[in-house]
């Protein structure tokens, strides 16, 4: 903080095991991945270069060390690795992992189907040598899970050696945990959170009123994906309390 | 202009005391300020360091600096003038602006309640060492101010020191003088511009076709707020008619 | 490509006659354009200085010059075009068109109404000096053009020199081809294929549905306009199949 206010919460310190704010990448120039670092670094830790963004921009081998550097954590989107597999190019897919440095790495299987064993058998693979992050829940609107389901995958997931789990939502906000319209599935997180401590989940969250809805369920240390770049400060406003959303969230009234 | 071209409207010329633009920043790095500043600063009056995103804001003071040097006014959003005042921290709050060398600030209701006798008595103090901007209407979607109140308010602050009073509208633009979707409601603005002078007014419109309605209502010169940094120039060719909404309002169809 | 991967459609080259990517310039300044072009020209042909913003924006011979230098065409928005034609200044705007050494130009009547044989004599004489562009379709979302009215009006306005026809949308996506809700009119655009080379085609499609209707109907070379500047290596993914919604449209599954 630039200045001392009473009733603040309590962030968590980085390198942060749970706090994590991912922010999505779609193609940041150089240039403003630096003035990004210069503002947000604090109130980052990890970088996802969404989708397959990181296949066509130029000079990205450069802009996963500047952020690296600057001591986020990067990773390429689900998509990404599901392009690979879907064409059996899995080993092709590790090459390139370490061909870029990368120390971490998404599993997903929201746009195909991958038998679960075998999801979780690249999750094990790959977490011998990389941080895991895995997502549960379909790009497919159409394609709802079980509750039950969400949960047994997640904790499969888990066991099998990812890091944290992925609650799909992708970059509008308005899938999986959410509605068509963005609205937040409250029983079914209800059920989630009962079942897969919280602090293993990263939500993917986009959409303000989806960050609030979690904010005041979890806390100003809930973990939240899929943060446009210019939404790292406001969104870290409503984490201590400073916005109007969460304004009274914290304050001990007198 | 870089050219010149028959029917256009004139704009005041700056400092204005009318026809503002007030942009929010909600956390622009320091070279976005630059490059804001080269492209709109003729275009801008006001900056808003939004909400409370000056706490947690790295190089926040050589921020402000940089915008004063071009001209620019620079004031903290209201919901931190509130975070100090419902923490009874208000010789804190003043003491912040001297150390930052603001000469501008905004006294708000919007997520606390305040007495009105109170609230201008904020203003009344602040406008001694400040300018004032003090804003009507709460955040709170549900809370609906009577027509009455909403003039009367505006016009108790004007006599007690407030530079212009600001229409509520949020980030978002769908509170206060707007309805949920973002909707203008015309007849209670129809009544406060009959009872207040329209040039001490200052809306917040975010979004374009709010933006359109006040240009069409009050003309070039009416005060905007909340812009965001990368709609200043479409704003602009809004208010002199080289825009689609606006094309024939100021021509003088021969 | 930053890496091999079987199953992507191939693009055309640069300088593109058909797979173009056009974007709506609103206001960057000099440095975000050179971040831009660093980015994005390999995936970018056109650009537009849309509606009237070249009027007002500081150094915008520079600007030009630079994406010209870049191999980008740029144009000024039909908006500033019908600015000049209905203050009867039309030898204004071709003295411009040469001051600020552009090679290409827009004629379109979305918001005033011109004489279709008069249109065509603009396109005509314009494309003795310039690439013209020629926009059919209303801004206003009340005027709909009957579908024969389309396709005869894009035919003529080829027949006059005219490079490419562009369906409007305005940057909204709302609009022309698109109805209120940015839903995509098709029974429209499949006459319309039928009766104009798509290639001659530019249709604005702002929104990422819109994007992906357009992708799956013509395929990954199709030209698409008023595209945001922080969206055209989405697009570019979108069109190469390496995004959720086109994910399966180039896989030749095994």
């Given amino acids: 903080m630039n200045f001392f206010l009473t009733d603040i919460p309590e962030r968590t310190k980085q390198p942060r095991d749970c706090g994590l704010t991912m922010m999505m990448d779609k193609g940041l120039s150089f240039n403003q991945a630096i003035g990004f670092i210069e503002m947000n670094s604090k109130y980052t830790d990890i970088i996802k270069l969404g989708f397959g963004t990181s ?29 690979f597999i879907i064409r059996g190019m899995y080993e092709e897919y590790k090459d390139l ?91 079914l997180i209800d059920q989630i959170i009962k079942n897969v401590p919280s602090d293993k989940i990263l939500w993917e969250a986009p959409i303000k009123q989806q960050q609030v809805w979690f904010i005041k369920l979890l806390g100003a240390n809930v973990n939240l994906g899929n943060i446009a770049h210019n939404e790292i400060i406001p969104l870290e406003t409503l984490r201590i309390g400073l916005r109007g959303d969460t304004f009274f969230d914290y304050i001990n009234m007198k």
Same sequence: chains 1, 2, 3.
């Fill in 97 to 187: 992992l370490r061909k870029w440095n990368l120390k971490m790495c998404e599993v997903s299987d929201g746009s195909i189907e991958i038998d679960h064993k075998e999801k979780c058998n690249y999750i094990s693979d790959l977490s011998e040598e990389f941080l895991v992050v895995s997502e549960v829940g379909s790009k497919d609107e159409n394609k709802d899970l079980r509750t039950d389901l969400w949960i047994e995958l997640m904790q499969k997931e888990l066991e099998s050696g990812s890091w944290k789990v992925i609650a799909e939502a992708r970059e509008g906000g308005n899938v999986g945990v959410f509605g068509k319209e963005g609205k937040v599935k409250s029983d």
């Fill in 55 to 83: 296949s066509i921009s130029p000079n990205v081998e450069k802009k996963i060390e500047l952020y690296q550097d600057a001591g986020l954590k990067v990773y390429l989107g689900g998509t990404l690795f599901e392009s």
